[in-house]
């Protein structure tokens, strides 16, 4: 395991510096200068890496750019098909689209790290198909223009291609300044939130943008309880994955990358007291495991 404590950096706004520069002194700046190392020494996970806050976004940008035209296929591969079938399942448990009758009662849905489009195209699928339902949008926001570049291509070959139901929007979940207060019927995140840099202030997001009674819904890795089945999957996930990875995209790194980042998630009850702070109500248990909690489902109410 690598562990790599990132140098501190000291980076002070370009007048405080000029002013320190020009004094010559930085004992007389101590205050100042001690407050802005504990500013720059917050530190986040990367991986098993501890990085700066300051520096994930790039890092797991690079990752993403590395991986997005290869993205679906290694889904395929890595999860041996079965990510198909949860998100199948996150799509149904949600049953996007019901009781929309007319323009009003439409669904504004809002997928969040929605890359490639996965969920947002099942959401669309679910609704028209399941539920008659023609009205329903979905914007898929991501921090990554070239996982959304293959959204967009993909989304060419589904008949939302030109029907205004479905919306690309560059962002980071951290800062969704796009988005208006209470505006929002579904918030969906599927394999994203545990690449963000600060997970509470997402979180914080969805509840603002969300209507009262809207609901947050995440499908993310997580922890399998059975110690003689997690014996086995983490040798293939460590074992098999950066290998595949390193096989089929050439990027053994980033796969190795992903499958550490799982390892860093949250429990299922430690993500569901997350959900509840920033002031969701959970449903039930709060979750659902998949494939004995090889990933898990979060749902959480904004309430009325
Ligand atoms: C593993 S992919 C999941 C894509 C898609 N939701 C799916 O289920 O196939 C993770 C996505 O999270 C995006 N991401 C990472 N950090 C983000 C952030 N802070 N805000 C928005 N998207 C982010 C990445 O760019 C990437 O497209």
Known sequence: MSLRIASRRLRLPSQCSRSLARRGSSQSFKPLQEASEKHNAKTT???????????????????????????DTMNDLMSLGIHRLWKDHFVRSLNPGS????????????????????????????????????????????????????????????????????????????K???VADNSIDLYTVAFGIRNFTDKDVALREAFRVLKPGGVFACLEFSHVDSSLFNAFYKRWSFGAIPLIGQVVAGDRDSYQYLVESIERFPTQKEFKAMIQKAGFVTPGVGYENLTGGIAAIHKGIKPV
Do not use: C
Not at 142 to 155: T, V
């Open 99 to 174: 009781r929309a009758a007319s323009q009003d009662q439409a669904w504004s849905i809002l997928d969040i790290a929605g890359g490639t489009g996965d969920i947002a195209f099942r959401m669309l699928d679910h609704a028209t198909n399941v539920n008659g339902d023609n009205l329903t949008k979905v914007t898929i926001s991501d921090i990554n223009p070239d996982m959304l570049e293959e959204g967009k291509k993909r989304s060419l070959q589904t008949p939302y291609a030109n029907s205004g139901r479905i919306d690309f929007k560059v962002g980071n979940a951290e």
């Open 176 to 178: 969704l300044g796009f």
């Open 45 to 71: 996970h990367f991986g098993f890496e501890t990085v700066p806050e300051a520096e994930k976004e790039a890092r797991v940008g690079k990752v993403f750019s590395s991986v997005a035209s290869s993205y």
